[in-house]
């Protein structure tokens, strides 16, 4: 049974005997499982998994850790990608906790709602069009609302690993764990064991509200800070639009990684680096005389193949029998990837670009595409990182024209898309649509 609060200062007294050791959680409802006992899920257990869209969450959260931390994407662990995942709206094996008793007191306080909604805009060509959002907001209930004490040496005890988000510094502004106080705990099977939480309170609204304002948390901003200071939530928004399936006259388009909006001001006239992705192919283009890849062999792949990624090595023979084969060739797939620390607005990446010199070289290029609003405005690659094969091993070699930039990610994703080629090969998975075009089966 919960312990009712009915004061400010008997709130206070409270929270004074859990001065360190313990973290909070303030929810604006109790729930209790079969026994009666507090039960407080993971959002996986609650939702389930799609493993696509996880790939792709947790590659772009891998992704701008790595940009404002400099920790290495291949070597980082479950955790930390999940920090985003959980706080940016996506799910986890993990609950969410805070070291503050402010930060429990708001969520327990402030409702959590969310909505769709419609907004009919204009492309940069003045076509029609609707966008549509997931709105987020808090409302502040009238009653009680609750807050669990979770105790640290329990958790560890039961072997449940406490990550403490905050302990992860960087200079891209104000983050939303930085905000929140987080930490993360798990991973967890379906919910947080009932048996660490030491106490369990119930207290008005109004004495929360009470609570947060000497704390000088007043607004939803000061829990979730808006995008111009957080460069995670920035980078996130910042994605492609994608144009929906649905039986509509009018061209319909969600975001690329769909996120509870807090900010979903109306534009009428969308701006260029507002990116609408129609799915195309460039190769449906390629004998057209200003293709700069006319006529060269093309392997359509998922774009899930991007982000099941490694930096380890793996067979390569078959794509080494296809580059004797063909030549040149195109690895393309049907969507756009953001590099985070670009500062390129509507440039993406859309596959890679296979070549090989008179010397035997052999370059791993980024297929790039310009892609202002609607309209593929042009196409092209980067500058390549350069291999010499060696027994069906494709060595990296320091040369003259290898790309100068420090992104080195970059360049081990390019490369690592031709594991998911290889494989693809190896196990028949293409379908041959012409002499110059090769359709993964998923597609």
């Known amino acids: 049974m919960p312990t009712f609060i009915k004061s400010i200062d008997e709130l206070k007294l409270h929270f004074s005997k859990y001065k360190s050791g313990y973290l909070f959680r303030g929810q604006v409802k109790h729930y209790i499982d079969s026994d009666g006992r507090a039960s407080i899920p993971t959002s996986f257990s609650r939702h389930g998994c799609i493993p696509d869209v996880m790939f792709k969450w947790t590659h772009y959260a891998k992704a701008m850790i790595r940009g404002f931390s400099g920790m290495d994407y ?21 609950v969410d906790l805070t070291k503050s008793s402010s930060i429990a007191c708001w969520f327990a306080s402030n409702a959590y709602e969310e909505s769709k909604s419609i907004h009919m805009s204009e492309d940069i060509q003045e ?38 988000l905050t302990s992860l510094q960087g200079d891209e502004g104000r983050l939303r764990f930085h905000a929140q106080q987080a930490c993360l705990v798990g991973n967890l099977n379906d919910r947080l064991p009932p048996q660490v939480i030491t106490s369990h309170i119930e207290v008005p609204s109004s004495v929360l509200k009470e609570y947060c304002d000497i704390h000088q948390i007043n607004d939803v901003s000061d829990v979730f800070p808006p995008s111009k200071e957080d460069f995670i939530l920035r980078t996130l928004l910042s994605l492609p639009w994608e144009r929906m399936r649905i039986d509509s006259l009018m061209p319909t388009y969600r975001r690329g990684l769909e996120i509870p909006d807090y900010e979903d001001n109306f534009i009428k006239r969308l701006p260029p680096h507002i990116t609408l992705y129609n799915n195309f192919w460039l190769s449906d283009n390629r004998h057209n005389p200003e293709n700069p890849f006319k006529n060269l062999v093309f392997y359509k792949l998922p774009q899930l193949a991007y982000y099941a990624n490694t930096d380890q090595p793996f067979d390569i023979s078959l794509v080494s029998e296809a580059l004797e084969r063909h030549g040149d060739f195109v690895v393309e797939i049907d969507g756009l990837v953001k590099i985070v620390e670009s500062q390129e607005e509507y440039i993406y990446e859309k596959g890679i670009h296979v070549s090989v010199n008179w010397e035997g070289y052999v370059s791993v290029s980024g ?73 993964h089966k998923d597609l």
């Open 367 to 439: 297929l790039i595409v310009s892609h202002p609003s609607n309209i593929v405005e042009g196409v092209g690659t980067t500058v390549a990182w350069i291999y010499k094969e060696r027994n069906n091993i494709w060595e990296r070699v320091d040369h003259h024209d290898q790309c100068p930039c420090n992104n080195i990610l970059r360049h081990q994703l390019q490369f690592s898309l031709l594991r998911v080629l290889n494989e693809a090969i190896k196990n028949e998975e293409f379908v041959t649509e012409n002499s110059c075009s090769y359709r």
């Open 74 to 94: 291949f070597d980082m662990g479950l955790e930390l990608p999940q920090a985003i995942l959980q706080h940016y709206g996506w799910r986890s094996f993990y």
């Open 127 to 164: 076509n029609p069009l609707w966008l549509v959002h997931k709105d987020a907001k808090h409302s502040q209930p009238e009653g009680t609302g609750h807050i669990y004490i979770i105790d640290c040496l329990a958790l560890e005890t039961l072997g449940v690993k406490i990550h403490d």
